[in-house]
């Protein structure tokens, strides 16, 4: 029978604390995109891009300073970046044509994405506890839709199918990219991965500007009250992308997902207090649940610590032989995505 001291470990409070911190940067995120849709202003892409540019020269001056060869060929970054821009993309897109309750409940699908990935390509091992602890998560998210449903809070959309088929697409993406950055961080190293996702996904998201949202930069009208939210944006996503590697390195990419899930209900606690707006009792059951099914997963992680440092290191030996060299098929898979950033949520509020 495990004890409450070796289930609350100082892991898994730093864990569980680390993944609120990100949920919140989430959450002010989703704030300020709300705040520029209100304004008319509508450019996922570039409020992304200019994320991409803080990431690429910060990160990136501190990799020309170390001088350091690379851990990893600079195409897989090129992929990462791709898989990171599109993701935020598809996601985002879908609130066009789909409900806010639909949304929400299809972008759980990559929780179960990540755990097979984990599992096949990481070789990460799931207890009973933690298939527990994410099932609960999963029961408080509903209890979100729910409550969206009882309260009225659904609206069909012009097109569902189409809408619900962009999460679904995005939301594998970001399981994708998620089991990724797990294998690169601990493979590979942290500020090289930072700084090329920064400069690829400044590149493509430049390109994608041109292409889709040329017409919609050149009519805004650049007012201190459209350019706060914008800045404060890009700022809180960078935020999140230099914290979320180390919460990968920490409790992996499950975890990671799940601490994300309470982002919707950090903000029905923002609206309350700052805009007093009523939400439905079931919200307040729900955020409940997520907390106790992340206790749940992440508690008690102090006693696998030895069987994961010794997988982790197996993984590294043959992580970084794949680097050098020719390495397993099964590595150069894991390498297909990049880090699961921006959940806009603005779209929601």
Same mark, same amino acid.
Request: net charge neutral; glycine share 8%; proline share 2%.
């Given at each position: 029978?495990?004890?409450?001291?070796?289930?609350?470990?100082?892991?898994?409070?730093?864990?569980?604390?680390?993944?609120?911190?990100?949920?919140?940067?989430?959450?002010?995120?989703?704030?300020?995109?709300?705040?520029?849709?209100?304004?008319?202003?509508?450019?996922?892409?570039?409020?992304?891009?200019?994320?991409?540019?803080?990431?690429?020269?910060?990160?990136?001056?501190?990799?020309?300073?170390?001088?350091?060869?690379?851990?990893?060929?600079?195409?897989?970054?090129?992929?990462?970046?791709?898989?990171?821009?599109?993701?935020?993309?598809?996601?985002?897109?879908?609130?066009?044509?789909?409900?806010?309750?639909?949304?929400?409940?299809?972008?759980?699908?990559?929780?179960?994405?990540?755990?097979?990935?984990?599992?096949?390509?990481?070789?990460?091992?799931?207890?009973?506890?933690?298939?527990?602890?994410?099932?609960?998560?999963?029961?408080?998210?509903?209890?979100?839709?729910?409550?969206?449903?009882?309260?009225?809070?659904?609206?069909?959309?012009?097109?569902?199918?189409?809408?619900?088929?962009?999460?679904?697409?995005?939301?594998?993406?970001?399981?994708?990219?998620?089991?990724?950055?797990?294998?690169?961080?601990?493979?590979?190293?942290?500020?090289?991965? *930072?700084?090329? =996702?920064?400069?690829?996904?400044?590149?493509?998201? @430049? +390109?994608? %500007?041109? !292409?889709?949202?040329?017409? #919609?930069?050149?009519?805004?009208?650049?007012?201190?009250?459209?350019?706060?939210?914008?800045?404060?944006?890009?700022?809180?996503?960078?935020?999140?992308?230099?914290?979320?590697?180390?919460?990968?390195?920490?409790?992996?990419?499950? *975890?990671?997902? =799940?601490?994300?899930?309470?982002?919707?209900?950090? @903000? +029905?606690? %923002?609206? !309350?207090?700052?805009?007093? #707006?009523?939400?439905?009792?079931?919200?307040?059951?729900?955020?409940?649940?997520?907390?106790?099914?992340?206790?749940?997963?992440?508690?008690?992680?102090?006693?696998?610590?030895?069987?994961?440092?010794?997988?982790?290191?197996?993984?590294?030996?043959?992580?970084?032989?794949?680097?050098?060299?020719?390495?397993?098929?099964?590595?150069?898979?894991?390498?297909?995505?990049?880090?699961?950033?921006?959940?806009?949520?603005?779209?929601?509020?």
């Amino acid at each position: 029978m495990m004890t409450f001291k070796e289930f609350w470990t100082k892991k898994t409070f730093v864990g569980l604390v680390l993944g609120q911190f990100l949920s919140l940067l989430i959450t002010s995120t989703g704030f300020s995109s709300s705040e520029l849709a209100r304004k008319g202003i509508n450019a996922p892409t570039s409020q992304s891009f200019l994320n991409y540019v803080l990431l690429g020269i910060f990160y990136g001056s501190y990799m020309l300073y170390r001088r350091q060869p690379l851990k990893a060929k600079w195409y897989y970054y090129v992929i990462l970046a791709l898989v990171d821009v599109e993701a935020n993309f598809l996601v985002v897109k879908a609130y066009q044509y789909t409900s806010l309750t639909s949304v929400m409940l299809l972008d759980c699908w990559s929780i179960p994405c990540v755990m097979v990935f984990t599992w096949i390509f990481l070789k990460t091992k799931y207890r009973f506890k933690k298939i527990t602890g994410v099932l609960v998560c999963i029961a408080g998210l509903v209890l979100v839709v729910f409550s969206d449903v009882h309260s009225g809070d659904r609206a069909a959309g012009s097109n569902p199918r189409l809408g619900d088929g962009l999460v679904i697409a995005g939301a594998t993406l970001y399981s994708i990219s998620n089991v990724s950055e797990e294998f690169l961080v601990k493979n590979a190293d942290r500020i090289e991965l *930072m700084s090329f =996702l920064g400069i690829f996904g400044a590149i493509i998201s @430049a +390109v994608q %500007i041109s !292409i889709l949202e040329r017409d #919609e930069l050149k009519s805004i009208h650049w007012t201190a009250g459209a350019s706060l939210p914008f800045f404060g944006f890009a700022l809180a996503m960078f935020l999140f992308y230099s914290f979320v590697p180390v919460l990968l390195k920490m409790s992996g990419s499950t *975890m990671l997902n =799940l601490s994300l899930l309470t982002s919707d209900m950090w @903000a +029905v606690v %923002i609206r !309350i207090f700052a805009y007093h #707006e009523k939400v439905d009792w079931m919200y307040f059951v729900a955020f409940a649940a997520v907390a106790v099914g992340l206790v749940i997963y992440s508690g008690g992680d102090g006693e696998e610590d030895q069987h994961l440092a010794e997988v982790v290191d197996e993984e590294a030996i043959q992580g970084n032989k794949s680097f050098d060299g020719e390495g397993s098929s099964a590595n150069r898979r894991a390498i297909a995505g990049s880090t699961r950033m921006s959940r806009d949520t603005g779209e929601k509020q």
